[in-house]
C-alpha cells in the first residue's frame, strides 16, 4: 500500500532484492495512479486503487501511505486475514501493535494481532545501536540531535530541494517553499514536522522520545530529542550522547557494535574515516562512528549515527519484520478490534 511513493517504491526494490517469496505482488495507491504500470524486475504490475473487494486474500499487507490510509485501511486488512507492517506512526503506540526493529526486538512479533507497526526512521538507527549498550551496560539517559534528509518528508519534498538548489545556484528568483515552512536548500530548520497543541517539541521529536523506549522495552530511559531538517537527498544522521548506568569506555563500546547486526562501525577520524550520509544512502546497515566520551560526565558516550531512511529506516525493516512473520509462523496470528 502506496506503492508509487518514496517508501513503497524502495519496499518493492528491497523485495526484489531479497528474492521476497510471494506468489503475487499487488501494488496498491490512489485513485490517482490506478493503471499504472510498475517495473518490477521480470514482471510489469499493475497499481490498484483501494475497495473492500480488492483487498481480499493477502497473507501480508506493507503499508506507506500516510497515517491517513492507515488508519482507516490497516483494520480492514487485517480483517481480510492479512498481517499489516504498517510504516505511518498511525498504530506505534497502539497498546496491541508491537513496534519493531528486526534485529532489535523480533520476539515483540508474537502478540501481534494483526498489525505490526515500523518505527519512525530516526528511532530505527539509533535503537540499532542502542540496543548492544542497552544489554552491556544499561542506559539511563539520551539526548539525541538528528539531521534528517528530505526524503524522510516523500518525494515532493525531494522534488522541492532540487527545483529550489536549482534556482540558487542559477540565481533563479527561489519558487516559495511549499512543503516546509522555510527555504531548504543551503539551510537547516530545527523543524522536522509540526508544532501541536502549543507543544514546544515537534511531532517528529516526541515519536523519538516514545519509541525508544517502547522498542527498548524500558520506561525509565530518559530521553531527549532535537530533530533537524537538513538539505540532504537521503540518509538521517543523528548525534547521540548516551549516559550508561555502568561504564562502558570508547573501545569497549567499539568492540561491542562491531558485532552488533546490522551495525558496521566507521571510526577513524583522524584519518577522516566517520559515516556521512552519502555513505549510508543505499546500504541497509547503520553506520556508526565518532565513538568517543563525552568530558562532561563520566558514563556518557557520544556516537555519530547514519542511517538510510528509505532503507532501514523504512522499507528494509519492513520487509524483513514480513520475512519473520513467515518464518515464525506468525501470519494469520490472532485478530483484535482496533
Ligand atoms: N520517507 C521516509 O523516509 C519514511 C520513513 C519511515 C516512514 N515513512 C512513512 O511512510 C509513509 C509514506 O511515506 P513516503 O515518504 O513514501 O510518502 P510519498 O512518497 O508521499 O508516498 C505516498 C504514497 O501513498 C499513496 N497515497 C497517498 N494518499 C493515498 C490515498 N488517499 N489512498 C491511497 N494511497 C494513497 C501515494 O499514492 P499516489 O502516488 O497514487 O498518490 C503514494 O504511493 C508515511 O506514513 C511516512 O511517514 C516514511
Redesign the pocket.
Known sequence: ????????STILGVMRERSFAADEVVPF??E??AGRTIDHGDRDLSVVA?SEEAIQGFDVALF????A?SADWAPRFADAGAVVVD???QWRMHDDVPLVVSEVNPDALDSHRGIVA?P??TTMQTVIALKPILDAAGIERLVMSTYQAV??????AVDELHRQAEAVIEAHELPPPAVYPHQIAFNVLPQVETFTDGDDYTTEERKCMRETRKILGRDDIAVSATCARVPVYTGHSVSANVQTREPLSPGECRELLSRAPGVVVVDDPGDAIYPTAIDAAGRDDVLVGRIRSDPSHERCLNLWIVGD??RK??ATNAVQVAELLHVRGLLRAARASY
Request: net charge positive; proline share 0%.
Open positions: 500500500m502506496g506503492a508509487t511513493g518514496a517508501v513503497g495507491a490512489s490517482r495512479s483501494l506507506s501511505a500516510g497515517s490510509v510504516n505511518s506512526s515500523n519512525n526512521c526524503s524522510g518528508t516523500g518525494q515532493r531512511n528509505l529506516g523504512a
